[in-house]
């Protein structure tokens, strides 16, 4: 690891674009937990930029813009429901996870089961097709606790 990346106090932190993002944020709230730490409004009801906390960790959410910086992702149903990321949340309990992504109409793309490599989790698509993986492995913990 560079001297620069041993020195930065800052962690990684996925920026995910709605064409509806208000109602991405209070789906996301409402459904998965996060906590609203910033959220500014643009023009015509959309989202200049939001923060949104789940535990030590972060996503930001911003609407879909038609601008330098906005032409160069594309929506899910753009090209074909793919992605090239995905954001990976830690949880207590992936089961109640899992169910509350039912409940929310989520579309499981891969159901809740025990990993090889320890913990368990599964992965879903966003109200929008955005694609998400809960789970209770942490790869940041010490390899005895990870699992």
């Not at 990346?5 to 674009?17: D, F, N």
């Amino acid at each position: 690891m560079s001297a620069n990346a041993k020195a930065t106090v800052s962690t990684l932190i996925p920026c995910l674009r709605y064409r509806n993002a208000p109602a991405a944020i209070d789906w996301l709230c409402e459904n998965f937990g996060f906590e609203r730490q910033l959220v500014v409004p643009g023009e015509n009801g959309t989202i200049a930029h939001s923060q949104l906390r789940f535990g030590n960790g972060l996503i930001m959410v911003g609407s879909v813009s038609d601008n330098e910086f906005g032409r160069l992702m594309k929506q899910p149903d753009e090209i074909g429901g793919c992605e090239t990321q995905c954001p990976c949340v830690i949880v207590n309990d992936a089961d109640l996870v899992y169910e509350k992504a039912i409940a929310a109409g989520a579309e499981i793309v891969r159901p809740i089961q025990d990993e090889d490599y320890g913990g368990r989790g599964f992965g879903c698509r966003d109200l929008e097709g955005h694609l998400w993986w809960f789970g209770t492995y942490d790869p940041c913990a010490e390899p005895e606790t990870a699992r």
